[in-house]
């Protein structure tokens, strides 16, 4: 059986990525807040601050995910997915800041991450209710193959 | 003393109810990409937007209180009352993109819910203090209890 | 070895103060609701809608960070450094409520307090780190200064 207690030894990997995306969140914010101050041209304004707003709105789903992908399964696969995210959507803002006359990246991004993990939780629950109902345990093996799967998020 | 450990059994309800909120999330959100690219009328696009933003406005207050819930009283009535939360918000959305002529819900949905969950944290909260201090337990029936009335949020 | 695991007793504060900034959002989302109700004047409607949605940008992160540092050193200072976020945040939003003529305060606030909580963050994964590999383990001492650096975050 899996016990996963969260103690600081099965998180710690998860904490830093979260530590990580609150000093994104706040180097984002600082952009808008200082877009905000100086109100030479309204565009730009209006960019930051739509490119903030839907990565806030995406990051709750994030949070949600990596920290059940990493409480179901394993951490490390799920902080490592969690920092290729965090590369994602700062590229994703800086493409969002572009010159006026390019097309903006659409409303949605790091939607392969997203299913990784979310693929990640039903697995760890599937291996649960496994274990529990037919005794049967392989989290071992699970969890190496997603390890190395995770690899696959490298790709572009 | 109700110990009551994160380990994967008391939570995969949760998680569960989790994904298909962050389902649901990616739904919306797909929804708000397809009305962003074709800008046929920009009064559904609004619409959709304004009906995504006010959900996801509403999304982290709603996953922590339902994560308080399982994690201090019990698991399956806050995973209950999860899914029909997530029901509440599909029709809220849906509603929400309805005729121009309409007029659109408020920007509060799920009061009922979210009050339920809450009654839940306090509750636990109340009866893990009573145990301590007092050395008496009623945990199972408060939950049993819990568990009847979250029959209730099934009325209309 | 600090084991933490997370039992009522390691969250029952931390749950507290998230049933508080519950209420707290609630009741923003209230003043919102009654404001768009009534179409008197659409400044203060707006007013209301940007200070709710600031807040709402906001929420996650601290969450996030609260949990994160209460489960990886200390509930109590996390919890008090919570509450004292919730107040900056009450005082911001009725700030934003002002004259028309005032200017608004910025879009960041409390940028001491998640500050605070992201240090406590990092020394509880470097003293478990600490412990894991040196054997050294200074939980104590430094749960007795974060104790009292907190009473620090009272100062205006």
Not at 102 to 126: A, D, E, H, N
Request: include cysteine.
């Amino acid at each position: 059986m899996d016990s996963c207690r969260v103690e600081v030894e099965n998180i710690f990997l998860l904490v830093i990525v979260t530590l990580i995306s609150v000093l994104q969140n706040v180097f984002f914010a600082q952009k808008v807040e200082r877009e905000c101050s100086n109100h030479s041209h309204t565009s730009a304004f209006e960019r930051v601050s739509c490119a903030n707003r839907n990565c806030m709105d995406a990051y709750p789903t994030f949070l949600a995910v990596m920290w059940c992908a990493g409480l179901c399964l394993s951490q490390a696969p799920a902080a490592f997915a969690g920092i290729i995210y965090l590369l994602v959507r700062q590229k994703y803002f800086i493409g969002y800041l572009g010159q006026t006359s390019q097309s903006t990246p659409g409303y949605l991004f790091g939607k392969r991450i997203i299913s990784f993990l979310s693929l990640m939780c039903i697995v760890g629950i599937f291996n649960y209710l496994m274990g529990r109902y037919f005794g049967q345990d392989y989290k071992e093996y699970v969890e190496t193959i997603t390890g190395a799967a995770s690899a696959l998020l490298l790709l572009p």
